[in-house]
């Protein structure tokens, strides 16, 4: 009888303690997760692009090396105003004008010899003149004959100056190639810069 007395208080401890430690339910935890992304739409297969210039060929230039090419050998002025002429080498030897080392201009120290030269035709206006560029034999050919054009043409200007018209003075460059001297010094060089008058006769006229 005791040991019931002592069972049942145990049994009720024991029941309360259960109840008060017993196993909970624990709620579970529910993770919102986010919400899908909306799709973006794809407007760069959409949208006007720019539209891209045709590309241009470039302009092909016109190519000329020497635009302005020297005279070889041909008159500046119209062949048919002397036709037939005879030429005389000696009247006017002894004023050939004489330049510095790549110039074409004429020096003042030969302005006597250009007066000469337009005093004789001023005497007779059935005489013409044929004015011969040269160089020495440094530089190219073509830029010999270019520069003895330009020494040519000088001395028909300086001419023109002194009333000498244009139009009785015939030019022609032969470069390097008829040089008065053979040397290949600077002797020989400076006697081969040179600017030579040739008298023009009429046909059939006699020489002076």
């Known amino acids: 009888?005791?040991?019931?007395n002592l069972i049942y208080p145990l049994t009720l401890a024991l029941a309360v303690t259960l109840a008060g430690t017993g196993c909970k339910h624990q709620p579970v935890k529910m993770t919102n997760l986010p919400a899908s992304p909306s799709p973006v739409?794809?407007?760069a297969s959409t949208s006007t692009l720019p539209s891209t210039p045709p590309i241009q060929p470039e302009p092909q230039p016109n190519f000329n090396p020497n635009p302005?090419?020297?005279n070889f050998g041909i008159p500046t002025t119209d062949e048919t105003n002397f036709d037939g002429m005879v030429e005389d080498r000696a009247a006017l030897k002894n004023y050939t004008v004489h330049f510095a080392f790549d110039s074409a201009v004429v020096k003042?120290?030969?302005?006597?010899?250009?007066?000469?030269?337009?005093?004789?035709?001023?005497?007779?206006?059935?005489?013409?003149?044929?004015?011969?560029?040269?160089?020495?034999?440094?530089?190219?050919?073509?830029?010999?004959?270019s520069l003895g054009e330009r020494r040519a043409l000088a001395l028909r200007e300086e001419l023109a100056k002194k009333s000498l018209s244009p139009d009785r003075v015939k030019t022609i460059s032969y470069g390097k190639d008829k040089p008065a001297d053979p040397g290949h010094d600077e002797a020989a060089w400076a006697k081969n810069r040179r600017g030579d008058f040739v008298l023009l006769h009429p046909p059939g006229a006699p020489k002076p």
């Open 1 to 4: 009888m005791k040991s019931m």
């Open 41 to 43: 739409a794809d407007t």
């Open 68 to 70: 302005n090419p020297p």
């Open 108 to 145: 003042s120290s030969e302005a006597s010899n250009l007066e000469a030269v337009a005093a004789v035709l001023a005497g007779d206006a059935t005489l013409k003149l044929l004015i011969e560029g040269n160089c020495d034999e440094r530089g190219t050919e073509e830029y010999n004959r």
